[in-house]
């Protein structure tokens, strides 16, 4: 029965795979750029070498300007650095990982709206554009908002669609 499963679903697992592999290809490769990674890495060194896990304002660049984003890709960041060590792939690995997440409750929302191969065709283009892989793998922020936001439209219609209005 799973055999089966697999056989019938290879073209998705296949190409789904490729593309969740695209968003780790080359991730350690290049340098920190200046502005938002820079500035969540310092943050996130705060955490590891001060213990500062809550408020990391006065070893952030621009004190209270910079330490205002949300916490938990600063917190994560510290620990992938804890885990991995201090290397750019470290430092990238939770974008990359947001990324995944992020084509996985897309194909769920697609298939809602489309055919098989139209959901699996627009999610294989979204995980392979370039500004997703090469820019966004940069700043995890925005990968981290964006898988809160798909899991909450797609777990909120699944809510939605088993609930219906009381008569």
């Not at 209270?64 to 650095?81: D, G, N």
């Amino acid at each position: 029965m799973f055999w089966n499963k697999v056989k019938s679903n290879a073209p998705e697992i296949i190409l789904l795979g490729a593309t969740a592999f695209l968003q780790f290809f080359r991730l350690g490769i290049g340098e920190i750029i200046s502005w938002d990674e820079s500035l969540y890495l310092i943050r996130a060194e705060a955490c590891v070498k001060f213990g500062a896990w809550f408020d990391q304002t006065q070893y952030a660049i621009g004190g209270l300007y910079s330490s205002t984003h949300p916490p938990l890709v600063i917190w994560l960041m510290a620990f992938t650095r804890m885990i991995f060590g201090n290397g750019v792939f470290a430092s990238r690995l939770i974008s990359a990982c947001a990324g995944v997440i992020t084509l996985f409750f897309f194909y769920k929302l697609a298939g809602r709206f489309f055919s098989r191969w139209t959901r699996l065709f627009a999610t294989v283009s979204l995980g392979t554009a370039q500004a997703d892989i090469s820019l966004e793998a940069k700043t995890p922020l925005p990968k981290i908002i964006r898988v809160n936001a798909m899991s909450q439209i797609t777990n909120g219609g699944c809510v939605e669609e088993y609930n219906p209005p009381m008569a």
